[in-house]
């Protein structure tokens, strides 16, 4: 229900002037975002490899209606790519980034998106590493979906994202879990329809335990991105050797976990975000968890 007010208010343009305005909210959003420079994602990616981690970097910003907008994304991106390469944080898949569609142009048209991916991935080839497609919204999930078929030919380690609230999601999977491929399973974090999408934690919960088993029996490379304790303790019992798969958590939640995983022997890679378009990220990370709206909320009243 909760989850339901604070995606809702995720797309209010008043709620966002006043969040997004709001000097507190710049302290709050450091604890979930690298910063808003190319050189705070260098920064943290190479003290996050230093402790044994390995990264996924998104350059902020989502669904753009402005194909100048997606060109500054694609240049970033180029930047971006180009620093971790110069700075010898690219090698052995220490480092890679995780692209949305809808902000290299997906909704303005979806070939100028894959064009402008494509840009990115030759990119990130040349640097010596590769490119995950974060998936959005379910109205873009067969886009993204077709986008991957499409640049796997040239690129074929280009990452795919399902998410186990859809129901279609279990056949994704099926259809996914092939020779090479990398597949990162995630719950899901959008206001989906009950048409399209399991409402229940439990439900989505049990869809999550089916797909990563699908996965995880397959031949491809399961990318294993959630917190909960139970799934990560799950992905443990299928008896795939460390490295042959991987876990994935978001930067700033539970970092002692990610220490404790890769000191283990796991592959643990942290997804870290960077730059200004901040506002739709901390959204969704505060509608997951009321421990996180009440760290904001604390922290808007002690600086009041
Ligand atoms: P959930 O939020 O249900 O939490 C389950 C349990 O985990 C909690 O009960 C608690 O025990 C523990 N936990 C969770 N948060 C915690 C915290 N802050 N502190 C301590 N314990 C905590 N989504 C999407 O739609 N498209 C995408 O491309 C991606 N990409 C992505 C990459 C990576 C690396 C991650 C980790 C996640 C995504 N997501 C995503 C987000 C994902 O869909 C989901 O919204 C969040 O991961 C939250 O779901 P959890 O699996 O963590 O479980």
């Known amino acids: 229900m909760l989850r339901q007010v604070i995606l809702s208010a995720a797309g209010n343009d008043r709620v966002k002037t006043v969040v997004a305005g709001a000097p507190v909210s710049r302290g709050v959003v450091r604890r979930f975002v690298a910063g808003e420079a190319v050189e705070d994602a260098v920064r943290t990616t190479r003290e996050l490899q230093a402790g044994g981690l390995v990264v996924s970097l998104d350059h902020l910003g989502e669904d753009t209606r402005d194909a100048g907008q997606a060109e500054a994304t694609v240049r970033a991106y180029l930047l971006l790519l180009d620093r971790l390469a110069e700075a010898g944080l690219t090698g052995d898949g220490r480092c890679e980034v995780s692209v949305k569609l809808t902000a290299v142009g997906q909704t303005i048209d979806p070939a100028l998106a894959l064009d402008n991916v494509r840009t990115i991935c030759a990119s990130a080839g040349a640097a010596g590493t590769t490119v995950t497609l974060d998936m959005e919204d379910h109205t873009t999930t ?163």
């Open 142 to 304: 067969d886009a993204t979906l077709a986008a991957l078929q499409q640049l796997r030919v040239q690129f074929p380690s280009t990452g795919a994202v399902v998410q186990s609230y859809l129901r279609r999601t279990e056949d994704d999977c099926r259809a996914l879990a092939v020779e090479g491929s990398r597949v990162r399973l995630c719950k899901g974090a959008y206001r989906e329809p009950a048409s399209v999408a399991f409402q229940s934690a439990a439900e989505v919960d049990a869809s999550y335990v089916r797909c990563l088993q699908v996965l995880m029996q397959g031949p491809g490379y399961p990318m294993v991105a959630t917190h909960d304790p139970a799934l990560i303790a799950l992905a443990g019992t299928f008896g795939r050797a460390p490295g042959t798969y991987e876990h994935q958590l978001l930067y700033g939640v539970r970092p002692a976990e990610q220490l404790r995983l890769a000191g283990e022997g796991q592959t643990v890679r942290v997804y870290v975000p960077y730059g200004d378009q901040w506002y739709g990220y901390l959204m969704r990370r505060l509608a997951e968890r009321p421990a996180n709206l009440g760290f904001f909320l604390r922290a808007l009243v002690s600086r009041s």
